[in-house]
């Protein structure tokens, strides 16, 4: 059984960083890109950075410059670095492991979620 947990979210000014954590259990983890993504209250999941088997990164343009997604398969650990926050980066962000090791900014493509961490950037 596969289980991903997040951890690091929290409230932040506006311009100010933080990191989200994604623990995941499993013995492939090496074999599967791994994802972010968010969703804001009313608003559908989006795709916010993924990162390949092989280290490869993607980014939503509206995060691009500012988070930087990185793994370590040696902790089965997923992180993302999110720097220059705005108040419209407030979303709920969650962990995902795609159904391989590419990534997609698909919400479909991914087959495990982790249950969410909170951010929240006041103005």
Same mark, same amino acid.
């Given at each position: 059984?596969?289980?991903?947990? @997040?951890?690091?979210?929290?409230? &932040?000014?506006?311009?100010?960083?933080?990191?989200?954590?994604?623990?995941?259990?499993? $013995?492939?983890?090496? %074999?599967?890109?791994?994802?972010?993504?968010?969703?804001?209250?009313?608003? @559908?999941?989006?795709?916010?950075?993924? +990162?390949?088997?092989?280290?490869?990164?993607?980014?939503? %343009? =509206?995060?691009?410059?500012?988070?930087?997604?990185?793994?370590?398969?040696?902790?089965?650990?997923?992180?993302?670095?999110?720097? =220059?926050?705005?108040? @419209? %980066?407030?979303?709920?962000?969650?962990?995902? $492991? !795609?159904?391989?090791?590419? +990534? =997609? !900014?698909?919400? $479909? %493509?991914?087959?495990?979620?982790?249950?969410?961490?909170? &951010?929240? &950037? =006041?103005?």
């Amino acid at each position: 059984q596969v289980q991903l947990v @997040e951890s690091g979210g929290g409230l &932040v000014q506006a311009g100010g960083s933080l990191r989200l954590s994604c623990a995941v259990s499993g $013995r492939t983890f090496n %074999d599967y890109g791994m994802g972010w993504f968010r969703q804001a209250p009313g608003e @559908e999941r989006e795709f916010v950075a993924g +990162i390949n088997w092989a280290a490869g990164t993607y980014y939503a %343009d =509206s995060v691009k410059g500012r988070f930087a997604i990185s793994r370590d398969n040696a902790m089965n650990m997923v992180y993302l670095q999110m720097a =220059s926050l705005k108040p @419209e %980066d407030t979303a709920v962000y969650y962990c995902a $492991r !795609h159904r391989s090791g590419g +990534i =997609s !900014h698909y919400v $479909r %493509d991914y087959a495990y979620w982790g249950q969410g961490t909170q &951010v929240t &950037v =006041s103005s």
